[in-house]
């Protein structure tokens, strides 16, 4: 491939990745925490504080009880069929506190259940907010703003992101052979860097491709929906049954009950093991118990089919008629959709990675966990290049000026403010991210009650600021070092609540591997520490790295 080729890959490869590279290293990161959203949540969570739930075929008093209640439940009111730490109560509802919330499904959950004397039971106590932060963070990347403006602003990041994976793979593909399985340890720090750098990125590369187009097609998901109604003679998303506002004194619907809707829809789709029925009236179909029996009411049962990927993170979803379970709409359904549906769902699972079990979320831990460090290895690659092509012009400026001792100093490099600016982040931004999911996952213990979704937000975001500002105050080399065993007790602070505080689901599996995984990342971030601290010490003099970075003498080529 000719030079000047290769050298504009190389150029735009840096500088796009150099652009996108710490909002991304924070959309890994909290991308591979979500695939564990269930241990998380189970782990955050206090104890339940509702009576057991009640038997299945206990549920339609619970919810005639409920409904008299809470006339506002009859705006929409979900059932568990399957009752653990993340779906505490049989049945749940919400309530916006305005129509924006309710667009987004943000709002108040009311728990309720049946005492043992057959009693009403209420509590908006529930599961922690923390997991639902963590996975708004991923597909913001980090970005506080509303939804709407944050999403195409992610969406431009994806699409960076794909050109740097395409120029990347054109840039090493002239060593590809020589450099495939090389790992070069040793004084050559930056050479060590960009084997683990091309190894990571070689080896990553189709993952990272979905998880960058996919990005892309949920970025602008409404913009292709747009086009696909210019195109086809659709007018936007697929519909979804509108729900009529609540109305008070509203009586229960005549409708089948959750047992026979379940057996309804297991015999309608075979292999579907429904999880929730959600039960909403349609707009128009007349208020609950009035007219025919159930009239305009639907069902949406969400659950899973092993043989299928699904559409959303957990669960796939059939839409039925809530009187009498005909099935009505399939195109959330595993197994049961057309071929744009389908193919739509395909970029969703293999996104969210609900496909495979367990081994396949494990799978996407770890390669998220290395795609972030992918982000920070090429911004240390970039920062180290451009101290190196510095000092190679101030060299070349330096054979040119006068001949003597004076040419023995002449040109000498200093970082260039950008150069230090861009270090600080490349230091501040990932290690303030990890210090701040940590601390933000800690403190939904401690908050109890008060725990929303804003509060984590605020907290998690007043921890980052406060490591990107500490690093660009301090310097990349000495933050670098500091900031990374900071992070490294932020992580220390889950497993040490743990042992202080009493969970929802204390002595579980799960939630107990949300305190090793924490305890693991500690150990890393404690070694990185380590050696960040003797590189800044004892690295090169000029680099950025360096605790008292300052200009290394330069010699006139030929001298």
């Known amino acids: 491939m000719r030079t000047d080729i290769l050298r504009m890959y190389k150029e735009i490869h840096g500088w796009v990745g150099i652009v996108s590279g710490l909002a991304l290293f924070i959309g890994f990161y909290a991308g591979a925490l979500t695939m564990f959203e269930g241990p998380v949540q189970q782990w ?20 005639e009880k409920v409904l008299a209640a809470h006339p506002e439940a009859a705006a929409g009111y979900t059932v568990n069929l399957h009752i653990d730490a993340t779906h505490p109560a049989r049945v749940t509802w919400t309530v916006a506190e305005d129509e924006h919330a309710a667009e987004h499904g943000h709002g108040t959950v009311h728990y309720a259940s049946l005492t043992p004397d057959g009693a009403l039971q209420v509590e908006t106590r529930g599961p922690s907010p923390v997991a639902q932060f963590f996975d708004e963070l991923h597909r913001q990347v980090g970005l506080p703003l509303d939804h709407e403006i944050a999403m195409p602003l992610m969406g431009a990041v ?17 060593s590809l052979v020589k450099d495939l399985f090389a790992l070069r340890v040793g004084r050559n720090v930056k050479r060590m860097w960009l084997d683990a750098h091309n190894v990571l990125g070689l080896f990553s590369l189709p993952f990272h491709l979905v998880m960058a187009l996919t990005a892309v097609v949920f970025a602008f998901h409404d913009q292709f929906y747009t086009a696909q109604g210019l195109a086809f003679g659709r007018s936007g998303p697929p519909p979804r049954a509108a729900v009529a506002p609540a109305g008070d004194g509203a009586a229960l619907p005549v409708l089948l009950s959750p047992a026979d809707l379940a057996g309804q829809v297991r015999a309608a789709v075979p292999g579907f093991e429904p999880l929730q029925l959600a039960f909403a009236p349609r707009a128009g179909g007349g208020a609950p118990g009035g007219g025919a029996a159930g009239a305009g009411w639907v069902v949406r049962a969400t659950g899973g089919d ?54 396949v979320r494990w799978a996407y831990f770890l390669l998220g966990l290395a795609g972030a460090f992918l982000f920070y290895t090429g911004n240390l690659l970039w920062v180290e290049t451009r101290r190196r092509r510095e000092r190679r012009a101030a060299a070349e400026a330096a054979a040119g000026a006068a001949a003597g001792a004076a040419a023995g100093t002449a040109g000498v490099p200093e970082q260039t403010r950008s150069t230090r600016i861009l270090g600080a982040l490349t230091v501040g931004v990932p290690l303030g991210c990890v210090a701040g999911t940590a601390v933000t996952l800690a403190a939904a213990r401690w908050l109890g009650d008060g725990a929303t979704e804003t509060l984590h937000s605020l907290i998690y975001h007043a921890v980052f600021l406060a490591g990107t500002g500490w690093a660009l105050w301090r310097g990349a080399a000495r933050a670098g070092w500091e900031l990374a065993l900071a992070a490294a007790l932020c992580l220390l602070a889950v497993p040490a609540t743990g042992l202080m505080t009493v969970a929802g689901s204390p002595g579980a599996l799960a939630p107990a591997l949300v305190e090793l995984t924490a305890l693991a990342l500690a150990a890393l971030l404690a070694a990185a520490a380590h050696a960040a601290r003797r590189r800044a010490s004892a690295g090169p003099r000029d680099s950025v790295w360096a605790a008292d970075a300052r200009p290394a003498p330069l010699r006139p080529s030929g001298a």
């Open 44 to 63: 955050a969570s206090a104890p339940a504080r509702l009576a057991p739930a009640p038997a299945l075929e206990r549920t339609p008093e619970l919810v």
């Open 158 to 174: 994806a699409l960076l992101y794909v050109i740097a994976l395409v120029s990347g793979v054109i840039v090493l593909l002239p």
């Open 306 to 359: 092993p043989a299928y990927g699904i559409r959303t993170p957990l669960y796939g979803m059939v839409t039925a008629d809530a009187a009498t379970g005909r099935v009505v709409a399939v195109d959330y359904m595993p197994g049961r959709q057309d071929g744009w549906s389908a193919t739509v769902t395909s970029f969703f699972a293999l996104h969210y990675g609900n496909f495979g079990g367990t081994p």
